[in-house]
């Protein structure tokens, strides 16, 4: 199980290396829509008029790439003020009911994601702006995504058994 875990944290780097990579893509996108709308370089071409539609795409793909690598990290959202008021035991069980809610959540987006995504699929709907995209191409990364996470809780989940009878010690900003 450590190495299914290990192979399963190198995934989530490499992820999350890729979402650095779209990240700096979108950054060379924009500077060059600015410089292009600003400096006429190119005659007859002012800026890249699909470059606002293509970085709102972008950071939604960072933001599903990124996830499960920053949930393995701890380095999500966490609110813990009263985790660390309770008891370490009932902190730790405050944390196997926001690990069994995460989880429930997390099965949840990817049932609702692959419903949205192939009946987006199976209707051929469009998204229609500066591009002509399949709506479904923007929703399948969904579920995929929410999957990942889904495993990761588990791992968490598997993490929490194992450590001391006490609330996570991650993502904790203040000693």
């Given at each position: 199980m450590e190495r299914t875990s290990a192979l399963y944290g190198r995934l989530l780097e490499a992820l999350a290396l890729v979402a650095c990579a779209v990240l700096f893509l979108m950054m060379l996108m924009i500077c060059t829509d600015v410089l292009?709308?600003?400096v006429a370089l190119i005659p007859r071409l002012r800026g890249l008029p699909w470059a606002n539609e293509i970085s709102?795409?972008?950071l939604y793909f960072i933001t599903l790439l990124a996830a499960p690598w920053l949930?393995?990290?701890g380095q999500h959202i966490r609110?813990?003020?009263l985790l660390r008021a309770f008891a370490p035991r009932i902190g730790w069980y405050c944390e196997w009911v926001g690990d069994a809610l995460a989880l429930t959540v997390c099965a949840g987006m990817v049932i609702y994601g692959a419903r949205a995504a192939w009946a987006s699929a199976t209707s051929g709907?469009?998204?229609i702006k500066a591009l002509v995209l399949p709506e479904w191409?923007?929703?399948?990364?969904l579920p995929a995504a929410?999957?990942?996470?889904a495993l990761e809780v588990l791992f968490r989940m598997r993490r929490l058994q194992l450590g001391s009878r006490?609330?996570?010690d991650d993502a904790v900003s203040a000693a």
């Open positions: 292009l709308r600003n709102e795409y972008m949930l393995r990290r609110i813990d003020i709907a469009l998204i191409w923007l929703l399948a990364p929410f999957a990942l996470l006490a609330p996570r």
